[in-house]
């Protein structure tokens, strides 16, 4: 039985659903799985490393350990950078009240219809909503990262038996994903470096700049502009617009919120449009399109650790996709690079 191009694609869209309905419903056991895979991705040539020089239990250990270390400052960094702002939502909330009691009468006073309604449906109280709902999710990523290291540790144990065995296989398939998993583990570790510099450069210039405009939390806005900008478009929107709605509240004055956003949408501008394109060139060339796709997709299966690990998952596959020919034009497709002149 002959099965037509357009029902291959129908159960091609069907089989994506069911896939993606079995990654959200599993996200407890799929996303530090892959997260893991991630980690011994970016760490195994370190432990490779250091193990042809001392023994291969201690290099395990010690790239595990220090591994750990990194996962351990970020999350706490994230974590305490978040909770103070929580924290100052919290205690600035009858602010936060007063203040848009005040841009509604300011309305009126100029004959704007409806906004003592708006006045009305405002209530600081779910400000202190959403920043106890910031807190309890900080607590979840905590175990999550605790369940993703026990993974990272179990398998870096065998990563070097999984390889022996994809090139005893001796098949072409098996060689060809063999290729691609090493190809991908060179492109994640390239992604993580820039974006890890891109990162750096954009937490200390929020930081200077909220220093030299006297804005609160200055160093919490920049440790969360840090973190937040591995996460691609939707990280650096909320560094930006979150600093913003503080310096409204704090300064009170239009000019003072529009320098506010309009700098540091120039810091994540020149950094994430023009810094890392430069220091990655073609090697990782990915549409921007389907970078905003994997950022909502991932995050729309496993909140934010989904939107952090959407991109990477995107150049892994498009990097297996082109070790095999029939999967090379959808790379090529994904890929955002022009059709080289015929």
């Known amino acids: 039985m002959t099965v037509d191009s357009g029902t291959r694609i129908l159960l091609g ?9 079995a990654l959200q419903a599993g996200q407890s056991i799929f996303a530090p799985i892959v997260f893991a895979l991630f980690v011994i991705a970016l760490v195994w040539p370190v432990q490779r490393a250091v193990q042809a020089r001392i023994p291969a239990g201690l290099a395990l250990i010690g790239t595990i350990l220090v591994a750990c270390a990194v996962v351990a400052v970020m999350v706490l960094s994230i974590a305490w950078a978040f ?13 936060f009240q007063a203040l848009y009691a005040a ?10 219809e409806g906004a003592g309604v708006l006045a009305e449906q405002f209530d600081s109280r779910w400000l202190v909503r959403v920043a106890q709902g910031v807190l309890a999710q900080l607590q979840g990523v905590i175990s999550f990262v605790v369940v993703t290291a026990v993974f990272v540790i179990l398998g870096l144990l ?65 440790v969360i502009a840090f973190v937040l900008n591995y996460i691609p478009f939707i990280g650096p929107l909320v560094a ?8 409204l509240l704090q300064f009170g004055s239009w000019q003072a919120v529009v320098t506010i956003f309009a700098v540091l949408q120039v810091i994540q501008f020149l950094i994430g449009s023009y810094l890392e394109p430069r220091l ?5 060339a990915v549409s921007p399109f389907m970078v905003l796709v ?19 998952v995107l150049i892994a596959a498009l990097t297996l996709c082109e070790q095999f020919e029939g999967g090379r034009w959808v790379s090529d497709l994904l890929s955002g690079r022009a059709a080289p002149a015929e």
């Open 294 to 312: 994997a950022v909502f997709l991932g995050a729309f299966l496993w909140g934010i650790p989904g939107a952090f690990i959407g991109v990477p």
């Open 83 to 95: 909770g103070r702002v929580a924290q100052w939502v919290i205690a600035n909330a009858g602010q």
């Open 240 to 247: 930006t617009v979150f600093p913003t709605l503080v310096g």
């Open 13 to 21: 869209l069907c089989a994506s659903v069911l896939v993606a309905a």
């Open 280 to 284: 990655t060139g073609n090697y990782l």
């Open 158 to 222: 065998e990563v070097r038996q999984v390889g022996s065995q994809l090139e005893r296989m001796g098949k072409p398939a098996a060689q060809r994903v063999l290729a691609g998993l090493a190809a991908s583990a060179s492109k994640l570790r390239v992604y993580m470096m820039v974006r890890s510099l891109a990162s750096i450069l954009t937490g200390l210039l929020v930081w200077a700049f909220a220093r030299y405009m006297g804005l609160d939390l200055a160093a919490e806005w920049g």
């Open 103 to 112: 841009k509604v009468a300011w309305l009126e006073a100029r004959g704007v």
